[in-house]
């Protein structure tokens, strides 16, 4: 069974740091890129950071050079670290993972950023 396990969330001020972790299990980790979504208030869900199996990073605009995506195959764990945050990035973050057209998602875990 997949399981994706999200922590690290948490309320900090603007210009504060937090550590996302997803802890995965039940799949072949090494093999799969890592991606990290987030959903605010009355928003969709959008593509944060990816990193794919071989650590090719990508990020959308509006957390570059924010936000640093990273794995840990030996623990089978992703994590984004996220500074400089901004009332902006107030959200959930979803880990998730698609493997072999299947999609697996986190929980989520809240990030709540004040100004």
């Known amino acids: 069974q997949v399981q994706l396990v999200e922590s690290g969330g948490g309320l900090v001020q603007a210009g504060g740091s937090l550590r996302l972790s997803c802890a995965f299990s039940g799949i072949g980790f090494n093999i799969v890129a890592v991606e990290w979504y987030r959903q605010g208030p009355g928003k969709q869900r959008e593509l944060v950071a990816r990193?794919?199996?071989?650590?090719?990073?990508n990020y959308a605009d509006f957390v570059k050079d924010r936000f640093t995506i990273s794995r840990d195959n030996a623990e089978s764990t992703g994590h984004l670290q996220m500074n400089s945050l901004e009332p902006e990035d107030t959200a959930v973050y979803y880990c998730h993972i698609n493997r072999f057209g299947t999609h697996y998602w986190g929980q989520g875990t809240q990030v709540t950023v004040s100004s």
């Open positions: 990193i794919t199996s071989n650590r090719v990073t």
